[in-house]
């Protein structure tokens, strides 16, 4: 059975390389092959072969099931299911259909002005314009696409008046009775956020408090998974086993004890939504109840690879979840450390001396792994989780949870009660304030992935035989970082994938200027969601400028919170109501070694016309980004100056028709044409006219809706373009027009 087991890990970790998924004739060819195996190797190949049928079984059924239902001209009737969030203009929330082709799938919504107030549990027939899902490729950002695959969401779109919307019926959601129930009972306390996350799941945290969680690396203490579900049932367990019981259940008590505990676990992941961590970690917790009652030794070894054999059949899209590869070796790491530092039935002084160092070596695996899975560490990490862990496990998150059972049965008091639990929780919110504001994410270079895994190694070999040579080779593992630290940086383009909108990055090492803030949309900013976490995912700790082109919310974004998060950045516009901002032409002739030329294009009353058009000279590289000027003001640059060329050309407008003239492409003549834009944009940017006119001349296109963000390296002898979309595992799961790197350019 192990074999089979290991088949089934070594068939997840393949899926993720493989560029297509595997059409059915394959899979029964690799059928074929399995018979003419060894003998000892027919149940590896076995666990293979069922991995990536269960894989390409789901898969094709979800892909022909998206398809029929985005062909589809019926009304959509399903049930909200969870909470909406509720903004100026419109609602969105989350639709499971209940008839139909797609039934039992979700779909996500937005409803401008919905006529009733929306609340989880109504029944609605209704009509949608409906497209595949589809979000933003930047590095370190949700996979939206393979979130969506988790979650059996389907589809996305917006709720139209094309037939008018019927309330079928309102379901009674327990659920929602006793979130409401809950909210009201915190609404008076500081801590309620933190009480809502890990009573309900409810995670509706502000900016400052979802980067406090980030920069303290506690992100994972306040998100209901394996480790509170576990908590749930351990304490479940003790109380449970010292009840009174009659002395004719005495022989039933360590079983009831032991369903009773798995009951409560059960409650909470209810509670909490059964979110996807919560249900692998009850079927965790289901295998190793269903052993302890049949009495089955299993090996830790053997529970960890049946456990994970199990969850990735039944659900072989957790591959592509970072979470569930950290869950899974948070067991392996917590199962490894248990072997090598077995239980010792003594004083409690070495109990707990036994669980601070269970508990050191666990936060310092974890680091790594998470290390190595996010391309980046908060220094904080490793004190915030050996200081507020314990802290919750044993004393905040009991006495949580008996506050949420006083609650839920109504006894007396439990105002008192949550009076104390928010006591007991301030420390931990006062940690994640001061680390929003002092904290920061640290990007480890390329080569420190395999500098983690060798520290890893040099880890379990320390654990496993405590060898002396370990402390003679562990300081020459730091001479890449040396190395690294010591190589001069180069300078990066990026052209951050912000959806509709614009905001590129000019970076030489921890320095940048940015050209844009990215597009805002009532409540939604891109500046907030995916410029500023760009910043300082590329550990950009100084912005020197920041250059606003024009009046227009998809270029200007929140630009507030970048001068919030950089205090000391120079803003350039010629935006009129911008406080402290200087006029685009004095922008300095140099950056660092780059050199800046606004180009002059006149006065124009149309504010598009009126933007900032930047030339970069670096290294004799010309780079130009021009706005959202027209054509009439291309006319005019290339009148002005005759000999204006560029090798790099980011498209005018987004690619619009009214943009990018064929005489202005044919005297810049680049080399290569970037352009921002969004997936199934209604303006439906590129225009194919500028497609055609950049064939026409031969300029590669590439497009931040299909390549996610882009990246151009460039030195004094070559230009290096990096498409992140198509670097971004797993590969099946990218459909990118280009490569993951194209030479631009080599001199």
């Known amino acids: 059975m192990k074999s089979f087991c290991i088949g089934v890990l070594a068939g997840s970790l393949l899926s993720l390389f493989l560029p297509i998924v595997p059409a059915f004739f394959i899979i029964f060819l690799l059928i074929a092959v399995i018979f003419i195996l060894p003998r000892s190797g027919r149940l590896f190949g076995a666990g293979v072969i069922a991995f990536i049928a269960s894989w390409s079984w789901q898969f094709y059924a979800y892909q022909d099931t998206q398809h029929a239902l985005l062909l589809s001209q019926q009304p959509l009737t399903g049930v909200i299911v969870d909470t909406p969030q509720h903004y100026t203009e419109y609602s969105q929330f989350k639709l499971q259909l209940d008839s139909g082709l797609a039934k039992g799938y979700y779909i996500q919504l937005n409803w401008h002005l919905p006529p009733h107030t929306l609340n989880p549990g109504q029944r609605w027939q209704l009509t949608a314009k409906l497209r595949p899902v589809a979000g933003v490729a930047n590095p370190g950002a949700v996979n939206k696409e393979a979130q969506a695959l988790l979650d059996n969401v389907i589809a996305q779109g917006n709720v139209t008046a094309e037939t008018e919307a019927m309330l079928l019926e309102q379901q009674f959601s327990l659920r929602q009775y006793w979130l409401d129930k809950l909210s009201f009972a915190v609404s008076s306390l500081q801590t309620k956020p933190l009480l809502m996350a890990l009573t309900m799941g409810e995670r509706n945290f502000s900016p400052s408090l979802w980067r406090g969680l980030q920069q303290s690396g506690l992100a994972h203490l306040l998100a209901i998974s394996g480790l509170h579900i576990g908590l749930v049932f351990g304490w479940g367990l003790v109380l449970l086993r010292v009840l009174p019981w009659p002395i004719r259940y005495l022989n039933w008590r360590q079983p009831i004890a032991l369903m009773g505990a798995m009951l409560l676990s059960f409650s909470y992941a209810w509670l909490a939504g059964f979110a996807v961590p919560t249900i692998r970690a009850s079927v965790a917790l289901m295998l190793l109840v269903l052993a302890l009652l049949q009495k089955k030794s299993l090996s830790y070894l053997g529970y960890w690879l049946l456990l994970a054999a199990i969850l990735l059949l039944s659900k072989p899209f957790f591959t592509l979840s970072k979470s569930f590869w950290l869950s899974l070796l948070a067991v392996a790491v917590i199962f490894f450390v248990l072997w090598r530092q077995p239980q010792r039935r003594s004083r409690w002084r070495d109990k707990l001396t036994l669980f601070f160092s269970f508990h050191f070596s666990l936060t310092l695996f974890m680091a790594l792994l998470s290390m190595l ?81 060798a520290v890893l190694v040099l880890l379990l070999w320390h654990y496993l035989a405590a060898p002396r040579l370990l402390y003679f080779i562990l300081p020459f593992l730091f001479l890449p970082l040396l190395q690294q630290a010591v190589k001069a940086p180069t300078w990066q383009l990026h052209l951050i994938d912000v959806g509709q909108g614009l905001s590129a990055l000019l970076q030489y090492g921890d320095r940048g200027m940015l050209y844009d803030a990215g597009p805002r949309y009532g409540e939604h900013s891109a500046t907030a969601a995916q410029v500023l976490p760009y910043l300082r995912q590329r550990g950009v700790k100084t912005l020197d400028y920041l250059i606003l082109s024009h009046d227009d919310s998809d270029h200007t974004g929140d630009w507030q919170l970048l001068k919030q998060e950089y205090p000391d950045v120079h803003i350039y516009t010629d935006i009129a109501n911008v406080d402290t901002a200087m006029p685009c032409a004095q922008l300095p002739e140099y950056y ?145 027009d280009g490569n993951a790197e194209t030479l631009a350019a080599t001199r």
């Not at 314990?390 to 839920?408: G, H, K, M, R």
């Not at 969004?678 to 303006?683: V, W």
């Not at 194919?688 to 030195?715: K, M, W």
């Not at 971004?728 to 799961?733: D, E, G, N, S």
């Open 373 to 453: 899975l996010f391309n980046g560490t908060t220094l904080l990490s490793l004190l915030s989780n050996l200081l507020f862990v314990p802290w919750c496990s044993l004393l905040a998150i009991p006495i949580l949870l008996l506050c949420l059972l006083a609650e839920l049965i109504g006894l007396p008091g439990s105002s008192a009660m949550w009076q104390l639990c928010d006591w007991l929780f301030q420390p931990l919110l006062w940690w994640l304030n001061w680390s929003a504001e002092y904290g920061s994410w640290l990007v480890l270079p390329d080569i420190s992935n395999v500098l983690i895994i």
């Open 592 to 736: 660092l070694h780059a050199q800046l030329s606004v180009l002059e294009t006149g006065n124009f009353s149309n504010k598009n016309d009126s933007s900032c058009v930047l030339l970069i000279n670096l290294y004799g590289w010309q780079i130009l980004i021009p706005g959202d000027i027209s054509q009439q003001v291309e006319r005019q640059l290339i009148q002005r100056y005759p000999t204006l060329t560029a090798n790099v050309l980011v498209l005018a407008h987004h690619g619009s028709n009214s943009s990018s003239h064929f005489t202005f492409l044919y005297q810049l003549a680049p080399q290569l044409a970037l352009n921002s834009a969004s997936l199934y944009n209604r303006y439906q940017h590129p225009a194919e006219q500028v497609v055609a006119r950049l064939a026409a001349l031969g300029i590669p296109l590439h497009n931040t809706a299909q390549s996610g963000a882009l990246r151009l390296d460039i030195t004094a002898n070559s230009m290096a373009l990096i498409e992140y979309r198509a670097q971004r595992i797993p590969f099946w799961l990218q459909k990118p």
